[in-house]
Protein backbone atom coordinates (compact mmCIF):
# COMPACT_ATOMS: atom_id res chain seq x y z
CA UNK A 1 0.00 0.00 0.00
CA UNK A 2 1.25 3.63 -0.72
CA UNK A 3 2.23 6.14 1.88
CA UNK A 4 -0.37 7.89 4.12
CA UNK A 5 -1.85 11.28 3.06
CA UNK A 6 1.07 13.33 5.72
CA UNK A 7 0.02 15.10 8.72
CA UNK A 8 0.42 18.66 8.49
CA UNK A 9 2.05 19.88 11.56
CA UNK A 10 -0.11 22.62 11.97
CA UNK A 11 -2.66 20.90 14.01
CA UNK A 12 0.02 20.94 16.86
CA UNK A 13 -0.81 24.68 17.68
CA UNK A 14 -1.32 26.73 20.32
CA UNK A 15 -5.65 28.08 20.46
CA UNK A 16 -4.88 31.02 18.05
CA UNK A 17 -3.82 28.65 15.39
CA UNK A 18 -0.02 29.59 15.59
CA UNK A 19 2.85 27.59 15.65
CA UNK A 20 3.75 26.99 19.19
CA UNK A 21 6.90 28.85 20.28
CA UNK A 22 9.86 27.46 22.11
CA UNK A 23 12.54 28.56 23.48
CA UNK A 24 16.21 26.37 23.50
CA UNK A 25 14.58 24.25 26.34
CA UNK A 26 12.53 23.00 23.80
CA UNK A 27 15.07 21.12 22.23
CA UNK A 28 15.04 20.63 17.99
CA UNK A 29 13.46 17.86 17.86
CA UNK A 30 9.36 17.08 17.03
CA UNK A 31 7.98 13.11 17.26
CA UNK A 32 5.24 12.27 15.52
CA UNK A 33 3.48 8.83 16.79
CA UNK A 34 0.59 7.81 14.20
CA UNK A 35 -1.86 4.86 13.87
CA UNK A 36 -3.33 4.17 10.47
CA UNK A 37 -7.56 2.83 11.36
CA UNK A 38 -10.33 1.67 9.67
CA UNK A 39 -13.53 3.25 10.34
CA UNK A 40 -16.42 0.30 10.55
CA UNK A 41 -20.16 1.38 10.20
CA UNK A 42 -21.24 0.09 12.97
CA UNK A 43 -18.54 -1.00 15.71
CA UNK A 44 -15.11 0.83 17.11
CA UNK A 45 -12.90 1.61 14.65
CA UNK A 46 -9.61 -1.35 13.72
CA UNK A 47 -6.27 -0.44 14.02
CA UNK A 48 -4.38 -1.85 10.86
CA UNK A 49 -0.67 -0.45 11.24
CA UNK A 50 1.26 2.33 13.15
CA UNK A 51 4.19 4.53 12.09
CA UNK A 52 6.71 6.95 14.10
CA UNK A 53 8.84 9.92 12.31
CA UNK A 54 10.93 12.78 14.12
CA UNK A 55 11.50 15.91 11.86
CA UNK A 56 13.40 18.69 13.01
CA UNK A 57 11.43 21.46 15.31
CA UNK A 58 11.87 25.42 14.26
CA UNK A 59 10.87 26.82 17.69
CA UNK A 60 10.12 30.08 15.34
CA UNK A 61 7.29 28.00 13.48
CA UNK A 62 6.82 25.96 10.34
CA UNK A 63 4.27 23.83 8.25
CA UNK A 64 6.55 20.58 7.87
CA UNK A 65 4.85 17.31 5.68
CA UNK A 66 6.69 14.05 6.65
CA UNK A 67 6.28 11.07 4.48
CA UNK A 68 4.19 8.52 6.79
CA UNK A 69 4.28 4.38 5.22
CA UNK A 70 2.28 1.59 6.98
CA UNK A 71 2.90 -2.19 6.56
CA UNK A 72 -0.22 -3.88 6.08
CA UNK A 73 -0.69 -7.34 5.15
CA UNK A 74 -2.53 -9.17 2.59
CA UNK A 75 -5.47 -10.78 5.19
CA UNK A 76 -6.31 -6.49 6.24
CA UNK A 77 -5.95 -6.24 2.22
CA UNK A 78 -8.81 -8.54 1.30
CA UNK A 79 -10.47 -7.38 4.59
CA UNK A 80 -10.42 -3.89 3.40
CA UNK A 81 -11.79 -5.04 0.64
CA UNK A 82 -14.54 -7.06 1.63
CA UNK A 83 -16.04 -4.25 3.91
CA UNK A 84 -15.05 -1.80 1.17
CA UNK A 85 -18.55 -0.20 -0.61
CA UNK A 86 -16.98 2.86 -3.34
CA UNK A 87 -13.97 4.81 -2.37
CA UNK A 88 -12.19 3.43 0.97
CA UNK A 89 -11.55 5.83 3.76
CA UNK A 90 -9.39 5.36 6.30
CA UNK A 91 -8.65 7.46 9.70
CA UNK A 92 -5.29 8.64 10.45
CA UNK A 93 -4.55 9.10 14.70
CA UNK A 94 -1.71 11.50 14.85
CA UNK A 95 0.05 12.71 18.26
CA UNK A 96 2.97 15.51 18.16
CA UNK A 97 4.91 15.95 21.06
CA UNK A 98 8.44 17.40 21.96
CA UNK A 99 10.71 14.96 23.81
CA UNK A 100 13.13 17.41 25.30
CA UNK A 101 10.73 20.02 25.92
CA UNK A 102 11.54 21.11 30.05
CA UNK A 103 8.50 23.67 30.20
CA UNK A 104 6.50 25.37 27.79
CA UNK A 105 5.22 23.31 25.31
CA UNK A 106 6.10 19.92 25.90
CA UNK A 107 3.44 18.86 23.01
CA UNK A 108 -0.69 18.89 21.52
CA UNK A 109 -3.40 16.93 21.57
CA UNK A 110 -4.15 13.88 19.32
CA UNK A 111 -6.10 14.97 16.30
CA UNK A 112 -7.33 12.22 12.78
CA UNK A 113 -6.96 12.82 9.98
CA UNK A 114 -9.63 11.79 7.70
CA UNK A 115 -8.02 9.81 4.11
CA UNK A 116 -10.02 8.80 1.46
CA UNK A 117 -9.33 6.88 -1.57
CA UNK A 118 -10.66 6.83 -4.77
CA UNK A 119 -12.19 3.28 -5.53
CA UNK A 120 -10.42 3.66 -9.27
CA UNK A 121 -7.26 4.04 -7.78
CA UNK A 122 -7.44 1.66 -5.10
CA UNK A 123 -8.28 -0.95 -7.42
CA UNK A 124 -5.35 0.12 -9.22
CA UNK A 125 -2.80 -0.41 -6.49
CA UNK A 126 -4.52 -3.97 -5.71
CA UNK A 127 -3.98 -5.03 -9.61
CA UNK A 128 -0.56 -3.74 -9.02
CA UNK A 129 0.43 -6.34 -6.35
CA UNK A 130 0.15 -9.25 -8.67
CA UNK A 131 -0.58 -12.91 -7.45
CA UNK A 132 1.14 -11.78 -4.15
CA UNK A 133 -2.16 -10.63 -2.92
CA UNK A 134 -4.60 -13.80 -1.60
CA UNK A 135 -1.73 -15.30 -0.25
CA UNK A 136 -2.86 -14.83 3.27
CA UNK A 137 -6.74 -16.63 3.49
CA UNK A 138 -9.02 -18.46 6.10
CA UNK A 139 -8.07 -21.89 3.99
CA UNK A 140 -4.31 -21.09 2.68
CA UNK A 141 -3.52 -21.79 -0.88
CA UNK A 142 -1.37 -25.30 -0.50
CA UNK A 143 3.05 -24.08 -1.65
CA UNK A 144 4.38 -27.19 -0.27
CA UNK A 145 5.23 -29.08 -3.62
CA UNK A 146 5.40 -28.12 -7.43
CA UNK A 147 2.29 -29.16 -8.92
CA UNK A 148 -0.12 -28.22 -6.12
CA UNK A 149 1.84 -24.86 -6.35
CA UNK A 150 1.05 -24.53 -10.11
CA UNK A 151 -2.98 -25.34 -9.26
CA UNK A 152 -2.71 -22.53 -6.23
CA UNK A 153 -1.92 -20.09 -8.95
CA UNK A 154 -5.13 -20.42 -10.66
CA UNK A 155 -7.53 -19.50 -7.45
CA UNK A 156 -4.38 -16.71 -6.62
CA UNK A 157 -5.31 -15.17 -9.44
CA UNK A 158 -8.89 -15.54 -9.22
CA UNK A 159 -8.54 -13.59 -5.90
CA UNK A 160 -6.56 -10.81 -7.18
CA UNK A 161 -9.11 -10.10 -10.28
CA UNK A 162 -12.07 -10.11 -7.67
CA UNK A 163 -10.29 -7.32 -6.30
CA UNK A 164 -10.83 -5.46 -9.23
CA UNK A 165 -14.71 -6.51 -9.74
CA UNK A 166 -13.66 -8.98 -12.31
CA UNK A 167 -16.48 -11.58 -11.50
CA UNK A 168 -16.46 -13.68 -14.47
CA UNK A 169 -12.73 -13.49 -15.33
CA UNK A 170 -12.20 -14.68 -11.76
CA UNK A 171 -14.58 -17.16 -12.18
CA UNK A 172 -12.29 -18.64 -15.20
CA UNK A 173 -9.60 -19.09 -13.13
CA UNK A 174 -11.29 -21.10 -10.58
CA UNK A 175 -12.45 -23.42 -13.60
CA UNK A 176 -8.81 -23.79 -14.70
CA UNK A 177 -7.94 -24.84 -11.38
CA UNK A 178 -10.77 -27.29 -10.97
CA UNK A 179 -9.80 -28.71 -14.55
CA UNK A 180 -6.22 -28.86 -13.74
CA UNK A 181 -7.27 -30.98 -10.23
CA UNK A 182 -9.02 -33.31 -12.48
CA UNK A 183 -6.29 -34.16 -15.15
CA UNK A 184 -3.92 -34.19 -12.12
CA UNK A 185 -5.74 -36.29 -9.19
CA UNK A 186 -5.86 -39.81 -8.92
CA UNK A 187 -9.38 -39.75 -7.83
CA UNK A 188 -11.88 -42.59 -10.06
CA UNK A 189 -14.79 -41.41 -12.02
CA UNK A 190 -17.49 -43.62 -10.52
CA UNK A 191 -19.78 -43.67 -13.75
CA UNK A 192 -23.44 -45.15 -13.38
CA UNK A 193 -22.95 -47.02 -9.73
CA UNK A 194 -25.26 -46.36 -7.28
CA UNK A 195 -24.24 -43.86 -5.08
CA UNK A 196 -24.46 -46.55 -1.96
CA UNK A 197 -21.32 -48.50 -3.49
CA UNK A 198 -19.04 -45.28 -4.27
CA UNK A 199 -15.84 -45.13 -2.63
CA UNK A 200 -14.75 -42.08 -1.21
CA UNK A 201 -12.40 -41.30 -3.97
CA UNK A 202 -15.05 -41.81 -6.08
CA UNK A 203 -17.19 -39.33 -3.94
CA UNK A 204 -14.72 -36.38 -3.85
CA UNK A 205 -14.43 -36.70 -7.86
CA UNK A 206 -18.07 -36.02 -7.96
CA UNK A 207 -17.87 -33.24 -5.28
CA UNK A 208 -15.41 -31.91 -7.96
CA UNK A 209 -16.94 -32.04 -11.09
CA UNK A 210 -19.95 -30.25 -9.27
CA UNK A 211 -17.96 -27.35 -7.98
CA UNK A 212 -16.49 -27.39 -11.82
CA UNK A 213 -20.49 -27.45 -13.40
CA UNK A 214 -21.10 -24.68 -11.03
CA UNK A 215 -18.76 -22.41 -12.20
CA UNK A 216 -18.24 -23.73 -15.74
CA UNK A 217 -22.28 -23.17 -16.38
CA UNK A 218 -22.65 -19.38 -17.75
CA UNK A 219 -19.08 -19.43 -19.46
CA UNK A 220 -20.35 -22.48 -21.60
CA UNK A 221 -24.19 -21.16 -21.85
CA UNK A 222 -25.67 -23.65 -20.26
CA UNK A 223 -29.88 -23.94 -20.55
CA UNK A 224 -30.57 -23.78 -17.66
CA UNK A 225 -27.46 -20.94 -16.44
CA UNK A 226 -27.32 -18.60 -19.80
CA UNK A 227 -28.49 -15.75 -18.27
CA UNK A 228 -27.53 -16.35 -14.36
CA UNK A 229 -24.67 -13.21 -12.88
CA UNK A 230 -22.20 -14.92 -10.83
CA UNK A 231 -21.91 -12.64 -7.64
CA UNK A 232 -19.09 -11.60 -5.48
CA UNK A 233 -19.86 -14.13 -2.98
CA UNK A 234 -20.24 -16.73 -5.05
CA UNK A 235 -17.28 -16.29 -6.80
CA UNK A 236 -15.80 -16.16 -3.15
CA UNK A 237 -17.12 -19.26 -1.49
CA UNK A 238 -15.82 -21.15 -4.64
CA UNK A 239 -12.57 -19.82 -4.34
CA UNK A 240 -12.17 -21.18 -0.74
CA UNK A 241 -13.96 -24.53 -1.94
CA UNK A 242 -11.18 -25.05 -4.94
CA UNK A 243 -8.72 -23.98 -2.25
CA UNK A 244 -9.80 -26.53 0.60
CA UNK A 245 -10.04 -29.42 -2.21
CA UNK A 246 -6.40 -28.61 -3.10
CA UNK A 247 -5.16 -29.28 0.26
CA UNK A 248 -6.59 -33.07 0.10
CA UNK A 249 -6.02 -34.05 -4.01
CA UNK A 250 -4.26 -37.38 -3.83
Not at 37 to 45: D, E, I, L, S, T
Request: net charge neutral.
Amino acid sequence: MGPARPPVLRHFADPDGTIPQGDAGAGRLLCLETTLYAPQANGPRVPLASANVSVPFNPAGEVRLPTLQYLITNAQLLALEQRRTGDLRLELQVRGFLPQASSGFPGGSEVTEYISIAESRWRQQLAGLGRTLGAEMLIPFPDDDDPRRGVANFPREAQRLLGGNEIDSAMLQVRKALETIKNTSSWSWPGKKDKRELTADERWALIRAAMEDQASGAMHVDPGTKDYKYTRAEVETLIAMTAGLLCIVP
